[in-house]
């Protein structure tokens, strides 16, 4: 145990005495330094008037007798401050001390004293001086001095005496301030290592004093505060295990706030949905936490109504989690306010409702067009065309193709669904580019050679490995390029350039195409869109090629940008991170 009581008593004491015998010190000091001083001028004086009896004659002749009783150096002045005798001096080359102030005082009152350096002697002097009369006729003067040092060396020497009872008195004051200091903290001491053994868990039992004073009811106190602590920390350890099974146990997730709106509970779901974008809820306002106006609305309106309140609220930048968001009052704390926020994960649902939604619109519209045609021929043949052999197999031909397109707008539609639900798994490896790239553009040789279309592969052979899909990655760059060779007017060139740039592998197809419009290049990538609708149908595209290749390099940490200028070409830029270590 630190003993900062005992020190702070004992100190407070110590404090004290110090105060008095410095204050009595000052005191006893200045005034025995008066007296003695007082005393040695009145003495001084005697002197002085016992030698002012004698005639200066006879002063004279006994000046070193006087000088040797009085303890002093002893002048003789006339009337006009001419010194006709000395007791250590010679009175030749003597100044005129008339103006003195010892003398000055004595002409007009009789006697006179002042405390000065003396330039004779060179030492500070304790002056004393008497008028020498004849009647009322003033003769001359009588003056003793004694050295100041004598003084204070007389000073010193009854102080010593005084001081030496101070410090005895300080040393048995001070024992029993210590032994009072001890005696008033122990009791302090068993309490603070009853309630520190609390603290830390340990078995205590109950706090008994053998004192009879105020800290026996403090002990009493506290005993029954202590069995009072335990059995609400049971209640409370209880209900809290159940609470936090229940909050464990269900996919919501439950956020309360206390009455100064501030973080003060986050259950273990709701942290785990939240992880990736935002962290340090606790001790945090909404705002401060989530950064989200709508949330932030949601829960002002629940203060003024108080009523609860259910919402839906995006949560999130780039990829957003869509929450159900509901506000109630916690209830049973009459003492203070507080407000539970559970939150519904309703991403997934809200994806696959606007996935299926965009579905039914698309397939609608993309069906129409090859689904009429194949009722349109079919009830050609079904009116009598079979009977005219040309006519029905071109029909045939016909239906055949847009049959094909349907299945392959179906199969589009399947796995840019797959890739946006996160269900298409990806087995990443090693990929060498230029070698995977080469085996693609074999696979459109004879596409483009039909169209007398040149594949310039300037890839180099020392890019840096990166980490993708085989698969996918070949189904990439097959949509890209496919584009690339359906949109090339004929004797056209295209041409696959890559190098390493910021820590990414930057691949670039060029062609020498139709282009595209500015304005329309930040919609590339949407499903279903097509800069020229009716030129992609007759080449038999779906609208889904590039959605597919963005979804795909997302999935692989890249991304994919598109540049174009009408009749120059387009150059489509496919970013991979490359592999570390």
Known sequence: MKRNLFLKIFFSYLVIISLSFLILHSLVKDKVNNIVTSRIEQELMHYAE???????????????RISQISRSRVTLVDAKGIVFADSEKEITGLENHLYRPEIQEARLRGKGKSVRYSSTLGVDMLYVAVVIQDGKKVNGYVRLARPLHDVQNAVEQVYQSIFLAMMIGAMLSLLVALFFAWRLS????????????????????????????????????????VEELQDKIRLANEEKGKLMTALTSINEGVLILNREERIEFLSPSLAGILSGQYVDFIGKTLLEAFRNVELQKAYQGFKSTKSGLSREIALGGADPVIMRVSLSEVQGLPDEEKTMIVFHDVTRLKKLERIRTDFVANVTHEIRTPLTAVIGYLETLQAGALENPEDAKRFIDIMLKQARRLNRLVEDLMTISRIELGEVLLHFEEIVLPEVTENVISLLDATAAAKKIKIQNRLPQNLPQIKADRDRLIQVLVNVLDNAVKFTPDGGLITIDAEEKAENVELTISDTGIGIPREEIQRLGERFYRVDKTRSREL????????????LMIAHGGRMEIESQMGKGTKVLLFFPVTKG
Do not use: C, W
């Open 186 to 225: 122990a009791p302090i001491r068993m309490m603070e290592e009853f309630t520190q053994r609390l603290r830390q868990g340990l078995p205590v039992g109950a706090l008994r004093m053998q004192t009879s004073d105020e800290t026996r009811t403090l002990a009493d106190n506290i005993n029954y505060l």
């Open 540 to 551: 038999g595209g779906t609208g889904l090629g590039l959605s597919i290749v963005k979804h």
């Open 50 to 64: 016992l030698v002012d009896l004698n005639t200066p004659l006879a002063m004279s002749g006994n000046l070193p």
